[in-house]
């Protein structure tokens, strides 16, 4: 019985984890479940159900019949909790804290919160070299791919991406925030939606895969594959490519997780080789979709570079999603701060990557009302 524990429990992530396990009796025991605040009743529902032995949130209060924590430290007493690994999938860097706190009480962590490493870079690292497994399709992918070879043997890492609502989108000026939640291929939450029709989810997986697997930016590379089958590839010395592939459903890569180094009785459907396919691949537009050089030169820079290029982003798809700027400037937002801020190097602690995110957010909100100026 694997003993899980799940962060941002009501969200995509942890709604599916939830459901694998309960597709799966008798193979996971649900320890602890967390949440923010937005859904209490379906916690209540999910703590009830899994029967937990305790359940945390973000809430002042929690009425529940176990153990409860709440309040900001509350995720972070809960990834904490003695268990065979913790499930990860708060969204945003707020999900750095509780990375730490979980591979601070020596668990394993099953990472589908990709801002814990562009955020906290080298210092999360540090303590989850080893002890992280990706939930992320296409990190899943490479892991999976990278066990084919050695590590020295490594020539490339590619990631395929789906290329977003607006992949075949030539003029995105006048982008509804309707139009850009509307994916083609994956359904997710709406920050890690507006993400991927820019493009910066990319650049952060980008970042993310520079940490998880230790491999310089210039052997990371990104390429565009509508249907989203081929969730990443890793490719050898020897020219051979090694690739993942699974028609997209999030289970595939968080059951993945959840039972490594074992795999989940029918956790997704496989490709049907009694129908005919067609997997297309094009490179990336770097001109319309200028998010990914961003990533990459903020990589270059450490963690604390990317860290604001994150927290940059955050502030615009938020000023997006309002009205407040258009589609095609939450990137020269991004952009604007990390030419302003300056940020280089790696966080020596978790204060340094808050102040620094502290920092990008002022700059950010600043330069969306510069924005908002020059238009009216
Ligand atoms: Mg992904």
Redesign the pocket.
């Known amino acids: 019985m694997q003993r899980i524990v799940i962060l941002g429990s009501t969200g995509s992530i942890g709604v599916q984890a939830l459901e694998v396990i309960a597709a799966n009796p008798g193979r996971f025991e649900v320890v602890a479940i967390s949440a923010g605040s937005g859904n209490l009743a379906l916690l209540h529902e999910q703590a009830e159900r899994f029967r937990v032995k305790a359940v945390g949130t973000t809430a002042d209060s929690f009425d529940c019949s176990v153990k409860t924590f709440t309040g900001a430290a509350a995720s972070r007493e809960i990834a904490a909790m003695e268990c065979d690994v913790v499930i990860n999938g708060i969204t945003g860097s707020i999900g750095l804290a509780p990375t730490l706190a979980a591979l601070d009480a020596g668990n394993l962590v099953a990472l589908a919160n990709k801002e814990s490493l562009v955020a906290g870079g080298e210092l999360v690292m540090r303590k989850g070299r080893g002890r992280i497994i990706p939930v992320?399709?296409?990190?899943s992918a490479i892991y999976q791919a990278m066990l084919a070879g050695r590590r020295d043997e490594i020539s490339k890492l590619i990631l395929t991406a789906s290329g977003g609502a607006f992949r075949d989108r030539e003029d995105l000026a006048g982008v509804t925030v309707d139009e850009a939640l509307n994916h083609p291929t994956w359904s997710m939450g709406p920050v890690v939606t507006i993400n991927s029709a820019t493009l910066v989810?990319k650049g952060l997986?980008i970042i993310e895969a520079h940490y998880l697997f230790d491999i310089p930016y210039s052997q990371i590379d990104a390429v565009i594959h509508p249907q989203s089958v081929i969730h990443s590839m890793v490719e050898y010395i020897d020219g051979s490519t090694i690739a993942q592939l699974s028609p997209p459903n999030m289970k595939g890569p968080i059951a993945y997780a959840m039972s490594h180094p074992h795999r989940t009785q029918g956790a997704t459907r496989p490709v049907d080789w009694s129908q005919a396919h067609r997997w297309d691949f094009r490179p990336i537009d770097t001109e319309r979709f200028p998010a990914i050089s961003l990533a990459r030169t903020a990589g270059e820079s450490g963690a604390l570079a990317t860290a604001t290029f994150n927290a940059a982003n955050e502030v615009a798809v938020d000023a997006y999603v309002k009205g407040v700027i258009a589609f095609t400037e939450i990137v020269p937002v991004i952009e604007s701060v990390l030419a302003t801020g300056d940020a280089h190097g790696e966080p020596r602690d978790l204060a340094d990557v808050v102040a620094i995110e502290q920092t990008a957010r002022t700059l950010a909100a600043e330069i969306v009302a510069t924005f908002q100026r020059e238009r009216s």
């Open positions: 992320d399709s296409e990190h989810n997986e």
